[in-house]
């Protein structure tokens, strides 16, 4: 069975609203009509009653034994002229002086509401009768010893509801055409409203959308939090409570009382996009992506997705540590394959001694080295880095010293392995391009690593073409590169984000012509809950 569009669902829902209140508001309407309307005639019968009961021959003839005959044709003249439905006159023992039906004159009257008028009191009241509902006006008749002598009872019937709808059907026609008009175009308006405002979704449409959503949000493997434009709460993945250690609910809760660090107000306010920045959350170091979210240029809120660090990082260091060591192996293969060359050369030309004399030296020096690498610098990704930048060295005649006080026992607290790959590895191929453009005689790059209980010291200088005076505050800008076309300008960028996050400082000593040197600090205590960073020097 095809579904009722929900622009037809909203309009016969407000026109249905519409209608409903005029039912309501005519009822009301008709209510106070019919109260107006018995206050009216219960006011008219008191007049017509006290005009009666003040005539002179009304007094005289109810002391009259018939005095019915000379009174009612006089009163039933004046319930003619007031437009009353009936006139009826009591004397003190209730006998009727006067009554629209003519048999009924003479005779005694039962009435159970005609008591406290024979007190001398004036009052209305409503009765139901044989030809309707009338309201009763009751007067007592004073003669001139203010004696009271009789009592004058003045009825006016109360109109139907059908009389009245009848008297006032042209008013209600008009006002049931203009609500009909008014309603059902306001209704069809508000229907193409909430259409566009809803993306032309049918309801269950919608809610298949949120249901995906929903479960399309938990199943991520990253942490999703999203914010209104007053700065709520409106997503939080369970990924995100995991990463972040809460517990609860936090929707429609204020950004600001819940993670304060995570810059989603920045984003709202700057409607500028955030991809891979690093964010620490108290003790945990998130990567994060934070974007605005728009509808038709206008910002509605923002969205952070995000993944914990040693997550990623475990990830980085797998992938860096085997490309370190492969580059070794294939650095290491074509130089073997060099010296294998040089052997059987020398073994060709029966220089036996000499062939022996450099294989030993040749292994001699890469053991020597490797044994090295493994006893100071305890992590084998940065062993493998080392090693292959040592190897790429001399494949470009470049000499790469380890100095051999270097040694590595713990990363700071704030930073990791691949942390460490990633500046080394950054540095030491920037002072390979250093010599691009160079011709020397002596080409080398020296590395440092020391550390001790309060500071973690990297070194890497080089006799390469050096950097600008004018370029030192530059080198570390996002996209500036000394390489022109051939760089990415991202290296560097990425080592000064990594120290600022480990809370380190770098100082840059350089000479055009002369060469680099390029020092990094990083603390090796960390205190929790400070995150003021050290200044940049250079």
Same mark, same amino acid.
């Given at each position: 069975?095809?579904?009722?569009?929900?622009?037809? %669902?909203?309009?016969?829902?407000?026109?249905?609203?519409?209608?409903?209140?005029?039912?309501?508001?005519?009822?009301?309407?008709?209510?106070?009509?019919?109260?107006?309307?018995?206050?009216?005639?219960?006011?008219?019968?008191?007049?017509? *009653?006290?005009?009666v009961?003040?005539?002179?021959?009304?007094?005289?003839?109810?002391?009259?034994?018939?005095?019915?005959?000379?009174?009612? #044709?006089?009163?039933?003249?004046? $319930?003619?002229?007031?437009?009353?439905?009936?006139?009826v006159?009591?004397?003190?023992n209730?006998?009727?002086?006067?009554? #629209?039906?003519?048999?009924?004159?003479g005779?005694?009257s039962?009435?159970?509401?005609?008591? #406290?008028?024979? @007190?001398?009191?004036s009052?209305?009241?409503?009765?139901?009768?044989?030809?309707?509902?009338?309201?009763?006006?009751?007067?007592?008749?004073?003669?001139?010893?203010?004696?009271?002598?009789?009592?004058?009872?003045? *009825?006016?019937?109360?109109?139907?509801v059908?009389?009245?709808?009848l008297?006032?059907?042209?008013?209600?026609?008009?006002?049931?055409?203009?609500?009909?008009?008014?309603?059902?175009?306001?209704?069809?308006?508000?229907?193409?409203?909430?259409?566009?405002?809803?993306?032309?979704?049918? #309801?269950?449409?919608?809610? /298949?959308?949120?249901?995906?959503?929903?479960?399309?949000?938990q @199943?991520m493997?990253?942490?999703v939090?999203?914010?209104?434009? /007053?700065?709520?709460?409106?997503?939080?993945?369970e990924k995100?409570?995991?990463?972040?250690g809460?517990?609860?609910? +936090?929707?429609?809760?204020?950004? %600001?009382?819940?993670i304060p660090?995570?810059?989603?107000?920045?984003?709202?306010?700057?409607?500028?996009?955030?991809?891979?920045?690093?964010?620490?959350?108290?003790?945990?170091?998130? &990567?994060?992506?934070?974007?605005?979210?728009?509808?038709d240029?206008?910002?509605?809120?923002?969205?952070?997705i995000?993944?914990?660090?040693?997550?990623?990082?475990?990830?980085a260091?797998?992938?860096t540590?085997?490309? @370190?060591?492969?580059?070794?192996?294939?650095? /290491?293969?074509?130089?073997?394959?060099?010296?294998?060359?040089?052997?059987?050369?020398?073994? /060709?030309?029966d220089?036996?001694?000499?062939?022996?004399?450099?294989?030993?030296?040749? =292994?001699?020096?890469?053991?020597?080295?490797?044994?090295?690498?493994?006893?100071n610098?305890?992590?084998?990704?940065?062993?493998?880095?080392?090693?292959?930048?040592?190897?790429?060295?001399?494949?470009?005649?470049?000499?790469?010293?380890?100095?051999?006080?270097?040694?590595?026992?713990?990363?700071p607290?704030?930073?990791?392995?691949?942390?460490?790959?990633?500046?080394?590895?950054?540095?030491?191929?920037? @002072?390979?391009?250093?010599?691009?453009?160079?011709? $020397?005689?002596?080409?080398?790059?020296d590395?440092s690593?020391?550390?001790? =209980?309060?500071?973690?010291?990297?070194?890497?200088?080089?006799?390469?073409?050096?950097?600008?005076?004018?370029?030192?505050?530059?080198?570390f800008?996002?996209?500036?590169?000394?390489k022109?076309?051939?760089?990415?300008?991202?290296?560097? +960028?990425?080592?000064?984000?990594?120290?600022?996050? *480990?809370? *380190?400082?770098?100082?840059?000593?350089?000479?055009?012509?002369?060469?680099?040197?390029?020092?990094?600090?990083i603390? &090796?205590a960390?205190?929790?809950?400070?995150?003021?960073?050290?200044t940049?020097?250079?």
């Amino acid at each position: 069975m095809k579904r009722m569009p929900i622009r037809w %669902k909203i309009t016969i829902l407000s026109f249905g609203i519409v209608l409903f209140a005029i039912l309501i508001g005519g009822i009301i309407i008709i209510g106070n009509t019919i109260e107006t309307k018995e206050e009216s005639l219960g006011e008219r019968a008191l007049v017509t *009653g006290r005009t009666v009961a003040n005539l002179s021959a009304l007094k005289e003839g109810l002391t009259e034994s018939e005095g019915w005959k000379r009174i009612n #044709p006089m009163v039933e003249r004046i $319930r003619t002229i007031n437009s009353a439905d009936y006139i009826v006159v009591l004397n003190m023992n209730r006998i009727r002086y006067s009554h #629209p039906v003519d048999e009924k004159l003479g005779t005694l009257s039962s009435g159970k509401d005609e008591g #406290p008028a024979f @007190a001398e009191h004036s009052y209305t009241s409503k009765a139901k009768g044989e030809s309707g509902i009338a309201v009763r006006g009751f007067v007592p008749v004073m003669n001139n010893e203010h004696e009271q002598i009789g009592v004058v009872i003045v *009825g006016n019937l109360l109109p139907s509801v059908q009389e009245i709808l009848l008297k006032m059907k042209n008013e209600i026609l008009f006002v049931l055409f203009l609500t009909s008009l008014f309603g059902i175009a306001g209704s069809w308006l508000l229907a193409r409203h909430l259409k566009e405002q809803t993306y032309r979704l049918e #309801p269950h449409e919608i809610v /298949q959308l949120l249901v995906e959503r929903t479960a399309t949000f938990q @199943a991520m493997n990253e942490g999703v939090v999203a914010i209104d434009k /007053q700065g709520k709460i409106t997503i939080m993945n369970e990924k995100a409570k995991t990463i972040l250690g809460l517990h609860g609910d +936090y929707t429609h809760q204020w950004i %600001k009382n819940v993670i304060p660090d995570i810059k989603l107000a920045e984003v709202l306010s700057s409607g500028e996009v955030a991809f891979n920045e690093e964010i620490r959350l108290g003790s945990t170091l998130i &990567m994060s992506n934070r974007i605005p979210i728009r509808v038709d240029n206008d910002t509605i809120g923002a969205v952070a997705i995000f993944q914990d660090r040693t997550e990623v990082t475990k990830l980085a260091e797998e992938l860096t540590g085997v490309k @370190a060591f492969v580059d070794a192996l294939r650095v /290491q293969n074509h130089e073997h394959m060099n010296k294998l060359h040089t052997i059987a050369g020398l073994i /060709q030309l029966d220089q036996k001694e000499e062939a022996l004399n450099f294989v030993f030296e040749t =292994s001699e020096k890469q053991e020597k080295l490797s044994k090295f690498l493994v006893n100071n610098i305890k992590d084998y990704s940065l062993s493998g880095l080392l090693l292959s930048k040592v190897s790429r060295g001399k494949e470009l005649g470049i000499e790469v010293a380890i100095d051999e006080q270097s040694s590595l026992n713990e990363y700071p607290p704030l930073l990791d392995e691949h942390d460490f790959v990633l500046i080394l590895g950054n540095l030491i191929e920037n @002072a390979f391009h250093s010599f691009d453009d160079v011709e $020397r005689d002596q080409r080398w790059i020296d590395i440092s690593i020391t550390q001790n =209980s309060q500071i973690c010291t990297l070194a890497v200088e080089d006799n390469g073409e050096g950097i600008p005076e004018d370029e030192h505050t530059k080198v570390f800008d996002k996209g500036f590169s000394t390489k022109g076309s051939k760089g990415s300008g991202i290296g560097l +960028y990425l080592v000064n984000n990594i120290v600022e996050k *480990g809370l *380190g400082e770098i100082e840059v000593i350089s000479k055009q012509g002369e060469g680099t040197s390029i020092v990094i600090h990083i603390p &090796m205590a960390y205190e929790e809950g400070v995150y003021e960073q050290t200044t940049t020097g250079y």
